[in-house]
Every structure is written in structure tokens, then in C-alpha cells.
């Protein structure tokens, strides 16, 4: 369900004469399950931008044939994390030293070459003090690594036209199961239920573009493995100027539910 949170907008300065003391413009916070959601509520008229990860507004905007650009510079740069329990050490180990092979090989800068995304790689990972064998992981067991992730996030993570699994994320998963000689087994699910399959083990690791934040790693412990940014999308034109996340004051915006850029917005502090 789509929720909408805060809200005086001062609509101009006679609206603001017309009230005693004035009013303080503020940020609208329109939210929605899927940035798919959030796009079309700025390509409707319900919003007038959009934020979310960088690569993903950067995809929608060159995809929308000139109907939507981005406005201003990514900001908020974050580390990007894959998700494991805190009770599985030993698969944490075994797909850190995974991540570790496969940033040192071509195969990680190829994914994100594919991908336009060279900027956001990362330095290996430091080797793990001790790098089970995959068979000695009990999650990997059954020759399978279960990914939790939220297919809808193009080009991160998405179902192409063909309705096959693709996108950064799958492609790294893929590598990464390559690595440790387990088949990836991909598994769908909204983003807010990605932590509690982690934590019930409804899936071994999810990796969805999750920004590692202080909340989030009192759940899960994290494998970085991205670096990015976020964005901002208007409509054709930036009608309404917006060139940073402090020109969103006294504007509607729309952003996915339980993100890293939800809370960035909600702690926007905006003047009289």
C-alpha cells in the first residue's frame, strides 16, 4: 500500500501571506512499493521528482525517449552491501573470499562494464581470516546459493523482455556462484521482506542494492561490494529547477518505501 507522509507545502508567496506568521516549506514524501511506482507517480502528475540509486534513475532516464532527466549530480554516496546472517559465518567467509577471487579476476569489472557501471567498483575484500570450502558450508550443502532479491530495479536487478532474470546484480550473483561452484538460485520477493528471508533463512544472502546503514547491520552482517550515489529524476525541462536534494523543499517527491533515500529525505531541513 502506498503511504503518504509530511506535508505543508507553501504553494507560493500569497499563499504564504494569507497565513498568519507565514508558512515553512517542507518536503512532500510520496512513497510507493517499487521505484516503478515512484516513476509513475512522477510521469502522472503526482510527484514533481523522483530520488533513488543512481544507476537506476540514470536507466529510467535514457529509457523514457527524453521524457524524464536527471536533475544535478548523484549525492549521498554509499557502500553497497550483499546481506548474510549473523549466524552463518561460515557462508559470510566463504562468498567474501567468492567476492575477493572474483574482484581481483576481469569478471567483476566486465559485469559492471556491461552494465555502464565501471565508477562504483570497489577494492578487493581483505581475505577472511578462514575461507571454508564451499562444501563445508552448511547452506551450500544442496549445491545451491539462494539470492533474495527484488526484480524490478532495472538495471540492477530486473525481468527483461524476454522474462529472464537480469541486470548487475544477477550478473555478479552468477560470478559469484561461479566462484564458489554452487548453482544461484534466484529468488524474487519485495524489498522490505528481503532482511527477515535472511534472517529465516529463506534465502542464504539477498542482494538487491541494499545501502549498508547502521539499522540495517544491527539485522544482517554485510559483504560490500558497490559503491553508489543517488539520484534525482523530473519530468522533461526540470520545470521546476530542482538541481539538488535541498531544491526538493516545497515539493512533492516520490521514493521507494524502506530505503536509504526515504531516510535521506526525511532528514531534510528545509528554511522559511
Same mark, same amino acid.
Given at each position: 500500500?502506498?503511504?503518504?507522509?509530511?506535508?505543508?507545502?507553501?504553494?507560493?508567496?500569497?499563499?504564504?501571506?494569507?497565513?498568519?506568521?507565514?508558512?515553512?516549506?517542507?518536503?512532500? @514524501?510520496?512513497?510507493?512499493? !517499487?521505484?516503478?511506482?515512484?516513476?509513475?507517480?512522477?510521469?502522472?502528475?503526482?510527484?514533481?521528482?523522483?530520488?533513488?540509486?543512481?544507476?537506476?534513475?540514470?536507466?529510467?532516464?535514457?529509457?523514457?525517449?527524453?521524457?524524464?532527466?536527471?536533475?544535478?549530480?548523484?549525492?549521498?554516496?554509499?557502500? @553497497?552491501?550483499?546481506?548474510?546472517?549473523?549466524?552463518?559465518?561460515?557462508?559470510?567467509?566463504?562468498?567474501?573470499?567468492?567476492?575477493?577471487?572474483?574482484?581481483?579476476?576481469?569478471?567483476?569489472?566486465?559485469?559492471?562494464?556491461?552494465?555502464?557501471?565501471?565508477? !562504483?567498483?570497489?577494492?578487493?575484500?581483505?581475505?577472511?581470516?578462514?575461507?571454508?570450502?564451499?562444501?563445508?558450508?552448511?547452506?551450500?550443502?544442496?549445491?545451491?546459493?539462494?539470492?533474495?532479491?527484488?526484480?524490478?530495479?532495472?538495471?540492477?536487478?530486473?525481468? $527483461?523482455?524476454?522474462?529472464?532474470?537480469?541486470?548487475?546484480?544477477?550478473?555478479?550473483?552468477?560470478?559469484? /556462484?561461479?566462484?564458489?561452484?554452487?548453482?544461484?538460485?534466484?529468488?524474487?520477493?519485495?524489498?522490505?521482506?528481503?532482511? $527477515?528471508?535472511?534472517?529465516?533463512?529463506?534465502?542464504?544472502?539477498?542482494?538487491?542494492?541494499?545501502?549498508?546503514?547502521?539499522?540495517?547491520?544491527?539485522?544482517?552482517?554485510? @559483504?560490500?561490494?558497490?559503491?553508489? /550515489?543517488?539520484?534525482?529524476?523530473?519530468?522533461?525541462?526540470?520545470?521546476? /529547477?530542482?538541481? /539538488?536534494?535541498?531544491?526538493?523543499?516545497?515539493?512533492?517527491?516520490?521514493?521507494?518505501?524502506?530505503?536509504?533515500?526515504?531516510?535521506?529525505?526525511?532528514?531534510?531541513?528545509?528554511?522559511?
Amino acid at each position: 500500500m502506498r503511504k503518504i507522509r509530511a506535508a505543508i507545502i507553501c504553494l507560493g508567496a500569497l499563499a504564504c501571506a494569507s497565513l498568519a506568521g507565514g508558512c515553512v516549506k517542507t518536503v512532500t @514524501i510520496k512513497t510507493a512499493p !517499487t521505484t516503478a511506482g515512484a516513476i509513475g507517480d512522477l510521469r502522472n502528475g503526482l510527484a514533481e521528482a523522483v530520488v533513488g540509486d543512481y544507476p537506476v534513475i540514470a536507466y529510467q532516464a535514457r529509457e523514457s525517449a527524453g521524457a524524464l532527466e536527471i536533475a544535478g549530480l548523484q549525492f549521498d554516496k554509499a557502500q @553497497i552491501g550483499i546481506a548474510v546472517a549473523k549466524d552463518a559465518p561460515a557462508l559470510n567467509a566463504a562468498v567474501t573470499n567468492a567476492l575477493r577471487k572474483l574482484v581481483e579476476s576481469k569478471g567483476y569489472l566486465n559485469v559492471l562494464l556491461t552494465w555502464a557501471l565501471p565508477q !562504483t567498483q570497489i577494492d578487493p575484500p581483505a581475505a577472511p581470516a578462514a575461507a571454508p570450502e564451499p562444501s563445508a558450508v552448511p547452506q551450500l550443502e544442496d549445491g545451491e546459493l539462494k539470492v533474495g532479491m527484488e526484480l524490478s530495479y532495472a538495471p540492477m536487478e530486473f525481468f $527483461d523482455e524476454f522474462k529472464h532474470e537480469a541486470g548487475v546484480d544477477v550478473d555478479l550473483a552468477k560470478a559469484l /556462484g561461479d566462484q564458489l561452484g554452487v548453482k544461484v538460485v534466484l529468488v524474487d520477493l519485495p524489498f522490505d521482506a528481503l532482511f $527477515d528471508a535472511v534472517e529465516t533463512g529463506k534465502v542464504d544472502v539477498a542482494m538487491s542494492t541494499l545501502a549498508i546503514t547502521d539499522e540495517r547491520s544491527q539485522r544482517v552482517d554485510f @559483504i560490500p561490494y558497490l559503491s553508489l /550515489g543517488s539520484g534525482i529524476l523530473v519530468t522533461q525541462g526540470n520545470p521546476q /529547477g530542482i538541481q /539538488g536534494i535541498q531544491d526538493l523543499c516545497g515539493h512533492t517527491v516520490a521514493v521507494q518505501d524502506a530505503t536509504a533515500q526515504l531516510s535521506a529525505l526525511q532528514k531534510i531541513t528545509c528554511d522559511e
